[in-house]
C-alpha cells in the first residue's frame, strides 16, 4: 500500500482472479485444526517467525524493517525473518502447500481476499488472541477498518495502515470560476464541476471533474463510499436492487457524465491521461480541476509541485446526507496468521506489535505517507500531518466512513457492479432496475458456487 502501486489495479486484478485464488485456497487448510499450539516463546525460548509482506520500495522495507527491529528490542527472543515483494498469488500458493517454507506471518495489499482468507481457513481466527490480552477491537481499530478485515465475525486479519479517499481540486481553477469554497453536496458539486470546464472545441481545455469509471479512483465502490450501502442482506445475498441508495449512486454518476458532455466526448478526453502514478496525471497538469483520489496523493502532488495550489477536502454527498458530509471509502493493508503455523504464539506477538503499538504504528505511517489504523494513532501528536493530510485522518476517524464487505469469493460483486456502471454510464445498459436484478443474480450465482 503506497503512493506508487495502483491500489485500484491490486483490488481489480484480485477481483478477476478470484476465483482462482478461491480455488487455490478452497484445497488449501479448509477444516484443519490450527497447528499453531504453544511454542513456548513466552517462556523465553528462541523463536524465528516468517513475515511475507508486498512492500519493496528501499523507503517501505525501511520502513517495516525498523519496525520489526524495534519488535525483536522488546522481544529478544523471537526473531523475525522478513520476506518482501510477495505478490498474493505466490501467498497463497505457499499457504495451500503449508510446510516449513510457507509463512508465519502474511499481509496483504488485496482487502478483496479476505473473505476468502477467513472461510477457507487458511488465517487464523484473531478473536481469541484479541481477548487473551485484552484488546477491544471496536474501541482500537476505526469502524471500516474493522470491516474489511473480518468475515461473518471471522477476525481472521487486522488492519496495517489504510488507504482514504477524498477530494482534490485546483484552488487557482476554483478562483478563475468564482468558486470560494470546495462542494459538500453533489448538487454543489455538478454545479461546480460544470463551471470549472473550459471547452476547447469538441474537447476540453479543462474538464472540472473526470466521471467516468475508467478515470482512475472514480469507480463504483469509491462512490458508494459516500452513500453507505449494504451491499448484502442479512440473508447473504446481493442487496444492489433492493438497496435504493446503489440506483441512486448510479443514476447521479450517469447524470454526472452527460452534465460534463457525455460518455464519448469524456472517454475521447480521458485517452490524453498521462499515467496515474507519475507527473502526467491529469489533477497534476491541470487537466481536471477536481479529483477523487487517496491521501497519498498529497505526498505525489508534493514531489512533483505542479504550477498551482491545490488542496483536499471530503469528498460531497448526497444533498439528503449532508449531515454524513466528512465521510469516505476506507481499504488497506491485512496482515494476518497462517493458520497451519506452528508459531502462532510468536507470530502473534508480532501481529499485535505492528497493528496495536502506536509508536510503531505511527512511525511507519510516518515513513510510507499512509493512514494509521488506530484511533490512538489517528490521534497521536507524533504523526506527521498537514492541513492536506489531516483531511483524510478526519475521514478514517467519521464513524459514517465505509467499505467494501468481504465476500466468500473475493471482490468478484465488486467486479460485476463495476460492470454495469460501465455498461450504464456508456448506454450499453438503458434500464438500470433490470440491470441492477441481472446484476445481483449474478453475484448471487457467484458465491453460491463459491460456498
Known amino acids: 500500500m503506497h503512493a506508487t502501486t495502483s491500489r485500484r489495479a491490486r483490488r481489480t486484478i484480485a477481483a478477476v482472479t478470484g ?3 478461491l480455488a487455490l485456497l478452497a484445497t488449501a487448510c479448509t477444516g484443519t485444526n490450527s497447528a499453531g499450539g504453544n511454542d513456548d516463546s513466552a517462556s523465553g525460548k528462541d523463536v524465528t517467525i516468517t513475515f511475507w509482506h508486498g512492500w519493496s520500495q528501499d523507503s517501505e522495507t525501511k520502513a517495516i524493517n525498523d519496525n520489526i527491529a524495534a519488535f525483536e528490542k522488546a522481544h529478544p527472543n523471537i526473531h523475525v ?41 487458511v488465517f487464523a481466527d484473531l478473536n481469541p488472541l484479541l481477548k487473551k490480552d485484552g484488546i477491544d477491537a471496536a474501541k482500537t481499530f476505526p469502524a471500516a477498518m474493522l470491516n474489511y478485515t473480518q468475515f461473518k465475525g471471522n477476525q481472521c486479519s ?26 459538500k453536496t453533489f448538487s454543489e458539486f455538478a454545479d461546480a464541476a460544470a463551471k470549472l470546464t473550459v471547452a476547447d472545441g469538441d474537447g476540453f481545455k479543462q474538464l472540472g471533474f473526470m466521471p467516468n469509471y475508467h478515470g482512475y479512483e472514480s469507480t463504483t465502490e469509491h462512490f458508494l463510499g459516500q452513500f453507505g450501502p449494504s451491499y448484502f442482506g442479512s440473508d447473504g445475498k446481493s442487496s444492489i436492487a433492493t438497496d435504493p441508495k446503489v ?8 447524470g454526472l457524465v ?16 498521462g499515467d496515474e502514478f507519475s507527473a502526467k496525471n491529469p ?33 460531497p454527498v448526497p444533498d439528503a446526507e449532508v449531515s454524513t458530509y466528512g465521510r469516505g471509502y476506507q481499504t488497506g493493508t491485512i496482515i494476518g496468521i497462517a493458520k497451519n503455523s506452528k508459531k502462532q504464539a510468536a507470530a502473534w506477538e508480532l501481529v499485535k506489535y505492528l497493528t496495536t503499538n502506536t ?12 493512514v494509521p489504523s488506530t484511533f490512538e494513532a489517528l490521534n497521536s501528536p507524533k504523526l506527521d500531518a498537514d492541513a492536506n493530510f489531516k483531511t483524510f485522518l478526519d475521514i478514517a476517524k467519521n464513524p459514517n466512513s465505509g467499505t467494501t464487505p468481504a465476500s466468500v469469493n473475493g471482490g468478484a460483486y465488486i467486479v460485476s457492479l463495476q460492470n454495469l456502471g460501465y455498461d450504464y454510464e456508456s448506454g450499453k445498459q438503458t434500464d438500470l432496475a433490470a440491470g441492477l436484478a441481472a446484476t445481483a443474480k449474478e453475484i448471487d450465482a457467484a458465491v453460491n458456487q463459491a460456498k
Open 158 to 183: 487486522l488492519p496495517l495502515l489504510g488507504d482514504v479517499f477524498g477530494l482534490y481540486y485546483n484552488k487557482k481553477a476554483f478562483a478563475a470560476a468564482g468558486i470560494t469554497a470546495p462542494p
Open 283 to 315: 489533477f497534476h497538469t491541470g487537466q481536471v480541476a477536481m479529483a477523487i483520489d487517496g491521501e497519498w496523493r498529497t505526498a505525489s502532488l508534493a514531489t512533483d509541485k505542479p504550477d498551482f495550489e491545490w488542496a483536499t477536502a471530503p469528498f
Open 359 to 370: 509508536d510503531a504504528v505511527v512511525s511507519f505511517a510516518n515513513a510510507i505517507h499512509n
Open 81 to 121: 525473518k522478513a520476506v518482501g515483494n510477495i505478490a498474493d498469488d505466490k501467498t497463497n500458493q505457499a499457504l495451500r502447500a503449508g510446510g516449513d517454507d510457507a509463512p508465519d506471518v502474511v499481509s496483504s495489499f488485496t482487502t478483496n481476499n479476505v473473505g476468502t482468507f477467513c472461510s477457507s481457513n
Open 247 to 254: 440506483a441512486e449512486m448510479l443514476t447521479w454518476q450517469k
Open 19 to 21: 476465483s482462482a485464488v
Open 258 to 273: 452527460d452534465k460534463l458532455g457525455g460518455f464519448d466526448k469524456l472517454e475521447k478526453y480521458r485517452a490524453s491521461f
